[in-house]
């Protein structure tokens, strides 16, 4: 089968399940922790599809406030990726941020006008 290829052109990953708040917890942790500007830009990239994983796994529906907290730890970290000086980078962090407003809706909404003015401020006119 030939994979979805969303409008970025970028191929989502395939979801990743999460069976119980402690696995979600610890998965986030990891992801936030490779997430942080001075690792590697290939393993921040890795970090931000396995979020993505995570989020079209449900785990941020089975386990939404779980999610919601551990996004709001990772939030600067995030926001780290879309000004990030490498495009690929800053694609793939476009494109998470897409993926969570779409599949982790109301664990994003309490953060999206934060990642909204990040977007906005990369954007030259």
């Given at each position: ?30 992801a936030a922790r490779d997430l942080h500007p001075e690792q590697d830009w290939l393993k921040r990239i ?69 990642f909204i003015m990040a977007l906005l401020k990369t954007t030259v006119i």
């Open positions: 089968t030939v994979a979805a290829v969303v409008a970025d052109g970028l191929v989502p990953p395939p979801p990743e399940r999460i069976s119980n708040e402690h696995e979600l917890k610890r998965a986030m942790h990891a890795a970090a931000m599809v396995r979020l993505e994983a995570i989020a079209l796994g449900g785990g941020s529906v089975a386990f939404e406030d779980a999610f919601t907290s551990s996004l709001g730890k990772a939030k600067e970290a995030i926001t780290a990726q879309v000004t990030d000086r490498r495009s690929a980078v800053v694609k793939q962090a476009s494109h998470l941020l897409a993926a969570l407003a779409r599949h982790a809706t109301a664990s994003f909404e309490p953060y999206a006008e934060h």
